[in-house]
């Protein structure tokens, strides 16, 4: 420590140091004073300056933290209705600009991007489906025909169909 006292003298508060002094073979006292204002007035204005400037930094951004995350939660929750909508085989949706905001750019882009992959792989499900099912017909009606000619041509037929090609490729 510096060796510093603190006195009160009236209502101000002042720092002190004491030492002792030779002069010729005396002994004095010396005492040096300042107010304590002179040592810490400096750190109190900074104190109050990053004060300020807190309070200044949340009152600005408290409000656009709000209403970003407002922002974020309505794209998110948009995206969770379009999934719901997808897991019921429903895949129209409405045409949304995508956002500026690259993690939810990023997750709106692969989103849509999947839903376009889902809906090919659901249309050539439902093809591969009717084809099956016209395959079974077929065979059933293959089963119960008699006459070898009306065979024949139904199952040219039935292949043209199956196979989308003219009777000379097939």
């Known amino acids: 420590t510096l060796g510093l006292q603190q006195i009160k003298i009236g ?10 002094a030779f002069k010729q073979g005396s002994t ?8 304590m204002s002179d040592f810490n007035t400096h750190f109190v204005n900074i104190q109050d ?10 009152i600005l951004f408290f409000p656009a933290t709000y209403f970003f995350s ?4 309505s794209r998110l929750s948009v995206i969770a209705l379009e999934a719901e909508k997808i897991g ?3 895949f129209e949706c409405k045409e949304r600009k995508l956002s500026r905001i690259f993690e939810l750019y990023l997750l709106e882009k692969n ?3 999947m839903r376009s992959s889902l809906l090919g792989k ?8 009717l084809k099956l099912n016209r395959l079974v017909e077929l065979g059933i009606s293959f089963s119960a ?18 196979t989308n090609a003219d009777g000379g490729s097939l």
Do not use: C
Not at 11 to 20: F, I, P, R, W
Not at 70 to 73: A, C, G, I, V
């Open 49 to 58: 300056l990053l004060n300020y400037t807190a309070v200044i930094w949340l």
């Open 111 to 113: 989103f849509d991007a």
């Open 11 to 20: 209502d101000e508060v002042y720092y002190a140091k004491t030492s002792d």
């Open 70 to 73: 407002k922002h974020m939660s």
């Open 145 to 162: 025909e008699r006459n070898s000619e009306k065979l024949m041509e139904m199952v040219l037929l039935g292949a043209k169909e199956l």
């Open 122 to 129: 659901t249309q050539d499900l439902e093809i591969s489906q």
């Open 88 to 90: 019921d085989l429903v």
């Open 28 to 35: 004095f006292k010396v005492i040096v004073t300042a107010p």
